[in-house]
């Protein structure tokens, strides 16, 4: 009977021990595996929190409590007007205390620099007096300040913005009064960086407080840049109301002396007119024997810009209607950046009924965006109802079946 139990006592020492090394050896591939660096190019400082790209799974570093921060205030030096890139504070701004703040591993092993934070007043107005200029109609609605900071980090090779507060903002909710604010930020003209902030709740003064990060970014690229930001209020059963906008050209702006603080007023957004919408090149054939109805996106011209500067990436939306309720809906590939795309699609469409009294088709072109909602560019609807070139073209289909018609038609508003 002992001899049972010692092999017994034995192997179950045997199993645990193989079940610790095998834990041990897991971690230790997990933590080899944690100290890669990741290849991020983009980094989002929100609230208080750091994220670098070179220790991402490190712990998050938290902004410090109500005694440290009390008495770095009373230590707080008036003079001091010089500032250190490795002397960030936790939310990504420059303290004006010489204590030395924890920063990214690079930066803490290069060779400090002194960088005032000065007020944008050394650019040229002229060359953006025609952006930020305010009509006096702009002026009478007010549509409240945008504040914010620009920087470039020449050892990161880095482009910062940091999105700090808005005042006074129209209230866009009528039952209550306020607004649930946030902000859209696209650098442009190539559109390939699209950020935006949190929502903040019923606030007419929001403070976002959250950095954005560009890496990849050449400075001698900034001057060829501008920023465009985009003041939405959320609507939880609509489309988000559009507050406003700011676009800042970054031509004439010099980042090299240190982080520049700005402020400009929100200005209304850039709403183009229903004469400048486009045309579109359709063509259309009704076959009477099949009872179907084949439709050839073919063309666009002369479409507007999507936004105050970039081109559009149009795509077409097609909508076949039976007494005024959609039955069917296509939709073309998206052309990217030009105003005069070439789709040559073609759809097919079966009618539930004879003959084409009932039966409309309508042409959406849109503004496709990844960062937000696409944006209706134009509409053009065919049918017996129709006025003008749609209804002139319809005719002519029902006219002659089995025969390709096309014919190009102006874009109305969307």
């Known amino acids: 009977d002992e001899i049972p139990t010692v092999v017994g006592i034995f192997s179950a020492f045997g199993l645990v021990f193989s079940v610790s090394l095998f834990a041990w050896i897991c971690c230790q591939r997990k933590s080899s595996k944690s100290n890669k660096t990741p290849p991020y190019k983009f980094v989002h400082v929100l609230k208080g929190v750091d994220i670098y790209p070179e220790n991402l799974n490190s712990k998050k570093k938290f902004g410090a409590d109500d005694k440290s921060e009390a008495k770095n205030k009373s230590a707080m030096p008036k003079n001091s007007l010089h500032l250190d890139l490795e002397k960030r504070d936790l939310n990504g701004n420059f303290p004006k205390t010489n204590t030395k703040m924890q920063g990214t591993p690079d930066l803490e092993n290069s060779s400090p620099k002194h960088f005032p934070e000065r007020k944008k007043d050394s650019v040229s107005p002229d060359s953006l007096k025609s952006i930020t200029s305010l009509s006096s109609e702009d002026k009478q609605d007010k549509l409240g300040t945008l504040f914010f900071s620009l920087e470039y980090n020449f050892e990161k090779k880095a482009f910062v913005v940091n999105i700090n507060e808005a005042r006074g903002l129209p209230a866009m909710d009528e039952q209550s009064m306020t ?121 666009a011209r002369h479409l507007p810009k999507s936004d105050v500067s970039g081109l559009s990436d149009p795509y077409v939306k097609v909508n076949l209607y039976h007494a005024k309720k959609r039955i069917s809906k296509k939709k073309t590939h998206v052309k990217k950046c030009t105003p005069n795309a070439v789709f040559n699609e073609l759809f097919v469409f079966d009618i539930p009924c004879e003959g084409l009294d009932d039966i409309s088709i309508e042409f959406l072109v849109l503004d496709s965006d990844r960062g937000s909602r696409n944006e209706v560019i134009g509409r053009l ?34």
């Open 179 to 299: 607004s649930d604010p946030y902000i859209k930020m696209t650098i442009l003209p190539e559109k390939k960086h699209k950020v935006k902030t949190r929502v903040l709740r019923k606030t007419l003064d929001p403070a976002f407080d959250e950095t954005f990060t560009f890496y990849g970014i050449p400075y001698s690229q900034i001057q060829d840049l501008t920023l465009h930001f985009m003041i939405l209020s959320f609507d939880r059963f609509s489309r988000d109301d559009v507050i406003g906008e700011v676009l800042i050209p970054l031509a004439g702006i010099e980042l090299s002396e240190g982080r520049l603080l700005m402020d400009r007023e929100i200005i209304k957004r850039n709403v183009r007119k229903s004469s400048g919408r486009g045309e579109l090149l359709v063509s259309l054939c009704y076959q009477s024997t099949t009872n179907t109805l084949t439709v050839v996106v073919l063309k």
């Open 381 to 414: 609807t065919l049918g017996s109802s129709a006025e003008g070139t749609g209804g002139e073209h319809w005719k002519e289909i029902c006219e002659y079946p089995r025969r390709q018609i096309a014919k190009w038609h102006m874009l109305c508003d969307g």
